[in-house]
């Protein structure tokens, strides 16, 4: 966390979304063990942890970093579980809490974001059976056959912009949703 990326939360403040240096946010000592800042001009006062994965978090941070490492390292919920020695739940509640967080840096890096090109692909798997082969286990799970991954790919930025998972029976929603992101 950086005093330089904090900023006034109050929408209404005129200094509101400025960086520490460039706004009236001062150093305002701690708040149950946190540091915190306070704006001179609506008196608001913000923690440093504001806008981050780690805002209102009761565990230490460092154990909430550790465990979203060994998940992005590949780690299932349960060895992650054991390796940090915390609950399952707690495990999935944090791996939500950084996902909404991923989300939100993406989406703020995509404000602004100028794709001249786009090209579509699509890739095509089955999930436990071929579509051939369906009728006797469709019985089972019908979320079984073929699968196909349509992906709208940014090449002048290397991003993937948009991506939509479906089965085998193509609708006019799914095509809808290319024609779209054309």
Same mark, same amino acid.
Do not use: D, M
């Given at each position: 966390m950086?005093?330089?990326t904090l900023y006034c939360p109050n929408r209404s403040c005129?200094? %509101? /979304?400025?960086?520490?240096?460039?706004?009236?946010?001062?150093?305002?000592?701690?708040?149950?063990?946190?540091k915190q800042a306070l704006c001179r001009s609506c008196g608001?006062?913000?923690?440093?942890? %504001? /806008?981050?994965?780690y805002f209102d978090l009761e565990a230490d941070s460092a154990i909430f970093e550790l465990t979203v490492r060994a998940l992005a390292e590949g780690n299932s919920i349960h060895s992650t579980a054991?390796?940090?020695q915390i609950d399952k739940d707690t495990v999935c509640a944090w791996l939500n809490r950084a996902a909404h967080q991923c989300r939100l840096v993406m989406l703020y890096h995509w404000q602004n974001l100028h794709v001249?090109?786009?090209?579509?692909d699509e890739l095509w798997s089955f999930v436990h059976t071929k579509e051939h082969n369906l009728v006797a286990t469709k019985l089972w799970c019908e979320t079984y056959g073929d699968a196909w991954v349509w992906v709208a790919f940014a090449p002048g930025c290397r991003v993937v912009v948009a991506f939509v998972v479906?089965?085998?029976?193509?609708?006019t929603r799914t095509y809808s949703w290319i024609a779209w992101c054309m």
């Open positions: 950086n005093w330089e005129r200094y %509101y /979304g400025r960086p520490f240096r460039q706004g009236l946010l001062v150093k305002n000592g701690t708040s149950h063990g946190k608001r006062r913000v923690s440093l942890t %504001y /806008g981050t994965a054991r390796i940090v001249t090109e786009c090209q579509l479906g089965n085998a029976r193509r609708s």
